[in-house]
C-alpha cells in the first residue's frame, strides 16, 4: 500500500470520527438551540444594504448605520434557510495545550458541532480556513455531502501560513459573502501586530453587514505562568522568544496582569463592534458556552 494511499484512509478514518463523534453530541435540543437563536417566526431578516436615494427612509437600520458610518436598509422576506460561514484560524499558535487538546483540536471540534447543527436544520455551510491569508474556501452549500467535505477540510488542514492576520480575512468575508449570514471566526485572537484599535474598524464593518459571533480558544496556561524557575517562552505565529524567572511572584502577577489586559481589550473590541462573543478553553468542554450563548441570542430574538 503506498504512503498516499495510506494517508488518505488515515485522513477518512478522522473524518469519520469526528462525524460520529459530533452527530452524538449534536442532538435535537443543541440543533433547535442553534436555529432558534437566528431564525424568526413567520418574516425573517434578509440583509442590509446601503440606502439609496428614494428608499423608504422607514426602513433605515439606524444601528447598522451608526456602526458603518452611511445609511443602511434593513430587508425582510419569508422565512427561509439561513447560511452559515465557519471562518477557523489554522494559525501556528493553534498547535498549543498544557493539558488535554490542543487549541487546534477545541477549534475543529466548535466548528464541526456548528456545522453538524446547520446540516441538521438543512441550512448552507460554507468553511473558511486562514491564517496569514485565506487558505481554502468551501462557499455555502447544504446536504451530506457537502457536510463531509467540511469535515474532510477541517481534520486535512495544512496551513501555509504561522501568523493571524485578521485584518486581512476580515475584509476577504465581506468580500466573498455579499448576502447577509451568520459568521463564526474561531480563533485565539493571537494577532501579532494587530492591535484591537487596528482590528476594531474591520469588525464593526463585517457585523453591520452579518451576525457575526467570535468564539475565542485558549489555553490555561496562556493566563498563568507555572512555578517552574527560568521559563523559556516562544511566540508561535512571530518565533520570538523570551526568557522569564518564573519563580519569581512579581514575574507571574505582572505576567497575569498582562494577558488580563489583552484578552479584556480583545472582549470590549469585539463586542461594541456590535459581535457576539463565546470563550473556550482547553482544559473544559465546549458545549456548555456555546448553548449559553444560543439561549442569551434566543432571549434577544423573543424580546
Known amino acids: 500500500m503506498s504512503d498516499q494511499t495510506s494517508n488518505a484512509q488515515e485522513l477518512m478514518r478522522r473524518v469519520r470520527r469526528l462525524e460520529y463523534r459530533t452527530r452524538r453530541r449534536v442532538d435535537s435540543l443543541f440543533a433547535g438551540n442553534y436555529h432558534s437563536a437566528y431564525k424568526g417566526q413567520g418574516i425573517e431578516f434578509a440583509e442590509v444594504r446601503p440606502y439609496e436615494p428614494g428608499d423608504d427612509v422607514r426602513a433605515i437600520d439606524w444601528n447598522v448605520s451608526a456602526r458603518a458610518g452611511s445609511p443602511y436598509l434593513k430587508l425582510f422576506v419569508e422565512e427561509r434557510q439561513l447560511t452559515l460561514i465557519l ?23 466548535a466548528a464541526a458541532m456548528l456545522a453538524a447543527a446547520a446540516a441538521r436544520t438543512q441550512d448552507r455551510v460554507g468553511l473558511l480556513l486562514f491564517a496569514e491569508r485565506p487558505e481554502v474556501f468551501l ?46 471566526l474561531i480563533s ?46 516562544r511566540d508561535a505565529e512571530s ?29 470590549r473590541m469585539v463586542l461594541s463592534s456590535g459581535a457576539d462573543m463565546i ?25
Do not use: N, W, Y
Open 279 to 303: 470563550e473556550l478553553s482547553t482544559d473544559r468542554p465546549i458545549l456548555a458556552p456555546m448553548l449559553a450563548h444560543f439561549a442569551r441570542r434566543r432571549g434577544r430574538v423573543v424580546a
Open 139 to 184: 462557499p455555502p452549500r447544504k446536504g451530506r455531502t457537502h457536510f463531509l467535505r467540511v469535515l474532510r477540510e477541517l481534520c486535512a488542514q495544512r496551513p501555509h501560513g504561522t501568523r493571524t492576520d485578521l485584518v486581512r480575512t476580515l475584509d476577504h468575508i465581506g468580500r466573498i459573502q455579499k448576502r447577509r449570514a451568520i459568521v463564526f
Open 87 to 109: 471562518a477557523v484560524d489554522v494559525s501556528a499558535s493553534g498547535a498549543f495545550a498544557s493539558r488535554g487538546r490542543l487549541k487546534s483540536e477545541v477549534e475543529v471540534e
Open 239 to 267: 518565533g520570538r522568544t523570551l526568557t522569564v524567572d518564573a519563580s519569581s511572584v512579581r514575574v507571574r502577577r505582572r505576567f497575569e496582569r498582562a494577558q488580563h489586559v489583552r484578552m479584556e481589550q480583545t472582549r
Open 188 to 233: 485565539d485572537m493571537i494577532t501579532p501586530g494587530q492591535d484591537p484599535d487596528t482590528l476594531a474598524p474591520h469588525f464593526r464593518k463585517l457585523a453591520a453587514l452579518h451576525e457575526l459571533t467570535v468564539v475565542r480558544v485558549s489555553d490555561p496556561r496562556e493566563h498563568q505562568l507555572p512555578r517552574a524557575g527560568l521559563v523559556r517562552l
